[in-house]
């Protein structure tokens, strides 16, 4: 055999199932990196939300996560996926159709709507077309779009009807999440101005935050007394969530490149560093001004690196991944911690795990930021326009920034316009909220279920068969 000779392995044609177009080293990384992202949600948002929560909803909270990843899932495949990456109907929408057929799903991956022109109409960059089979793609995107569903759960924990949440989920993927999907990601207007968003800073946490906030708004607050003391029933399983969402996060923003190059090492590379840091300046402030460390705000400023450098992770250098931490970690810190507590618009609605600030707030200053430090050489490594840069970079780098505040605001505005119209026609049909006296007994009402069977062989507290002891908190 010759030196030269290509091992059987890597031949094409080597059975139906390996076309000459396959690369198998992208194909087994995407389906990595996409496996790691459904398991920040289950179980890594299941475990995280069934222990940040007061411990009467870690039930519901662990299930509105796990229902909502479900139903994101028969969603996509029939509908959404097409509608966020299929052929161009609006500027900021595709074609619904199925994504079911194996015509489409065995052969190679591509997003029709991505082909960028020159103003005269001469191609600048071509469709973009993975060197993997569709179904890899369609399965990729799938678990982003389940994530960011459940982030919006996030503000909702605690009070909203679970029959509204069933119907919620499907309309806001519908609506809302395929509208940001295409137009920054999918082929859309966005895509095309060249608004930057790596991997979803503005599609998933921008998205997240406000919606949340949102709905938050017209379900309306938690009971009295659980806004008033709403304590982790067990922060050992919040950071079990938390660590899966960290390591979760190589995928997230690793498979945003499409292949297994370098971009995608640099984005995993910086996703680390501005996390890191970002947990730490978290940590700090809480020292500097509480007096305590708090390993729930360690939590917090860890996803709010997560997401900050998220827009921008396969754009930017490690020094700005390194600012952005310190950012990250500090001006969502200040409106949590403290702007929060100021404002009487803020506090008139409930966000029960401040979504706003870890996502939105976050998710768009990540943007911002990604506008001023894009460095162009990695920028022509993945984005469809050529010479596109950071404001710190000069040329065009103005410009930039100003499109990354526009992208930022409509992905804002289209959220709370299309999340308000969706929570009024389902309450029409059924309440947001639930009753008072659920909202008074919480697991055991809503699901007849409880977190832990503390009393006998899962058997709820019982005065009359264990004894006048008082009930666990």
Request: charged residues 10%.
């Amino acid at each position: 055999m010759s030196s030269s000779a290509v091992p059987v392995a890597y031949q094409g044609n080597t059975s139906a199932a390996v076309a000459d177009w396959l690369n198998k080293g992208d194909n087994a990384w995407q389906l990595v990196a996409a496996t790691v992202v459904g398991l920040q949600s289950v179980p890594g948002m299941v475990v995280l939300y069934g222990g940040i929560v007061k411990k009467k909803w870690a039930v519901n909270s662990a299930f509105m996560a796990l229902y909502a990843f479900a139903a994101v899932w028969i969603c996509w495949v029939t509908w959404a996926y097409n509608m966020s990456f299929g052929e161009k109907l609006l500027p900021i929408w595709g074609k619904a159709r199925p994504a079911l057929n194996q015509g489409l799903l065995i052969g190679r991956a591509a997003l029709p709507a991505t082909v960028h022109y020159h103003a005269d109409g001469s191609v600048e960059t071509a469709m973009v077309e993975p060197f993997y089979p569709m179904a890899t793609v369609v399965y990729f995107q799938c678990v982003f779009a389940a994530i960011t569903l459940i982030l919006v759960a996030g503000s909702l924990l605690g009070r909203m009807s679970f029959l509204a949440w069933m119907i919620f989920v499907p309309l806001w993927l519908t609506f809302s999440y395929t509208v940001g999907a295409f137009s920054l990601w999918g082929g859309g207007f966005l895509f095309h101005w060249g608004v930057i968003d790596y991997c979803g800073g503005y599609v998933i946490h921008v998205s997240a935050g406000i919606a949340g906030f949102t709905a938050a708004y017209w379900v309306g607050p938690r009971a009295q007394k659980d806004r008033e003391r709403f304590p982790p029933n067990n922060i050992l399983f919040t950071l079990t969530g938390a660590g899966l969402l960290w390591m979760g996060w190589a995928g997230f923003n690793g498979g945003g490149p499409y292949a297994a190059n370098a971009v995608a090492s640099v984005a995993v590379l910086n996703t680390n560093i501005c996390t890191a840091m970002s947990l730490i300046v978290w940590t700090c402030l809480d020292v500097v001004f509480f007096k305590k460390p708090s390993v729930v705000g360690a939590v917090q400023g860890m996803i709010t690196g997560l997401v900050c450098i998220t827009p921008g992770a396969g754009v930017v250098q490690g020094w700005a991944a390194l600012v952005m931490g310190v950012l990250a970690g500090s001006i969502p810190w200040y409106t949590m911690m403290i702007l929060h507590k100021r404002s009487k618009i803020l506090q008139r609605v409930d966000d029960t795990l401040g979504v706003i600030h870890t996502h939105g707030v976050a998710g768009l200053l990540g943007g911002l930021l990604t506008g001023l430090f894009a460095e162009p050489t990695l920028c022509n490594l993945f984005l469809p326009i050529v010479d596109s840069r950071g404001a710190f970079y000069g040329g065009s780098g103005g410009a930039q920034f100003g499109k990354q505040i526009v992208g930022g605001l409509f992905v804002v505005g289209w959220n709370v316009v299309v999340t308000s119209v969706i929570c009024v026609a389902i309450n029409l049909v059924v309440p947001l909220r639930m009753p008072d006296e659920k909202l008074e007994v919480g697991d055991d009402a809503v699901h007849g279920e409880e977190a832990y069977a503390l009393w006998g062989d899962g058997e709820m507290y019982d005065v009359t068969k264990h004894g006048s002891a008082v009930a666990p908190a």
